[in-house]
């Protein structure tokens, strides 16, 4: 078990297709314990960024190093380190889902309990059920069953909650939270912007393979201090004023006392400045 305190540095990452950059030049630092999520539109690099950093993918160009190791060069001992939840879903092949998980358990030196990471996941009244009998979702949760078992120190999620109901979506979270209270390190990538805000730590947005802007969700390109919407309802019907200051307004909307009906202050969401950000690239 590594003591360092970065788990994932990347420098420069390119990877190419055909001449074609994909990534073109992604530099990151992801420390343990961290939640860290890549947020950015179809064909932006996230994949291709991830599984170069898991030793899917051979880079073109620059340096990474995941868990103290070069993950182009690293072995079994290194891999059997890392979760991993892949975007496609696990083969819907004719074993129970405790077999599978019992299974997958026999690849690591030290692995959680099968009933256990059943239990986590929520499949526990599932597990005599075939693979193929699961719905999308239950299939989904599966997948991060088998990315949990060999307890990884860290835990890559490519779009993990794709095909979840909003119901399983919250227990996924819970679950996500749960394993980084324990010191997993998670690199998540992911489409739903309020699954970034309410588990990352830091977030990344990468557009045309490269980021774009990085930060705590809350701050991201300055929304915590861009102007307020200040919103408000008179008898002529809803008033809106963009402000700096809304504070000052609002004093001023009340300066002759009393409530001030149907008031609203809204700063950009995460999903505001994430369509800003990626617009710029377009
Ligand atoms: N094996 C490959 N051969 C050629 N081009 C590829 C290959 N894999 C990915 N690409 C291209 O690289 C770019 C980045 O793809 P990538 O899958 O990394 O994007 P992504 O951000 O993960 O997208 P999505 O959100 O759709 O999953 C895209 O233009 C894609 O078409």
Avoid: C
């Amino acid at each position: 078990m590594g003591g360092e305190t970065t788990v994932v540095t990347a420098r420069g990452l390119r990877k190419e297709y055909s001449g074609r950059a994909a990534v073109a030049g992604i530099d990151l630092d992801i420390r343990r314990g961290e939640v860290f999520a890549l947020l950015g539109p179809n064909g932006a690099g996230k994949t291709t960024t991830v599984e170069i950093l898991e030793g899917h993918r051979r880079r073109s160009g620059g340096e990474a190093r995941v868990l103290g190791e070069d993950p182009g060069r690293a072995g079994g001992r290194w891999r059997a380190r890392l979760g991993i939840v892949l975007q496609t879903a696990t083969d819907a092949a004719d074993l129970t889902v405790a077999e599978t998980v019992r299974h997958y358990a026999g690849y690591y030196p030290d692995p959680r309990a099968p009933d256990e990471v059943l239990e986590l996941v929520g499949l526990g009244r599932q597990a005599g059920s075939r693979i193929k009998a699961l719905s999308g979702g239950q299939r989904r949760r599966l997948d991060v069953a088998l990315g949990i078992i060999g307890r990884p120190e860290l835990l890559f999620l490519d779009e993990p909650t794709t095909g979840f109901d909003p119901e399983a979506r919250r227990q996924f979270w819970d679950l996500i939270r749960l394993l980084a209270a324990d010191g997993t390190t998670i690199l998540l990538t992911t489409h739903y912007l309020d699954e970034a805000e309410a588990l990352a730590e830091r977030v990344a947005v990468i557009a045309g393979g490269l980021i774009v802007a990085e930060g705590d969700p809350a701050t991201l390109g300055g929304r915590n201090s861009a102007a307020a919407t200040v919103s408000w309802s008179t008898a002529e019907g809803r008033r809106e004023r963009q402000t700096t200051a809304p504070t000052a307004l609002i004093r001023e909307l009340s300066s002759g006392g009393g409530e001030i009906a149907g008031l609203e202050v809204r700063r950009p969401s995460l999903e505001d400045t994430y369509l800003e950000l990626i617009g710029e690239r377009r």
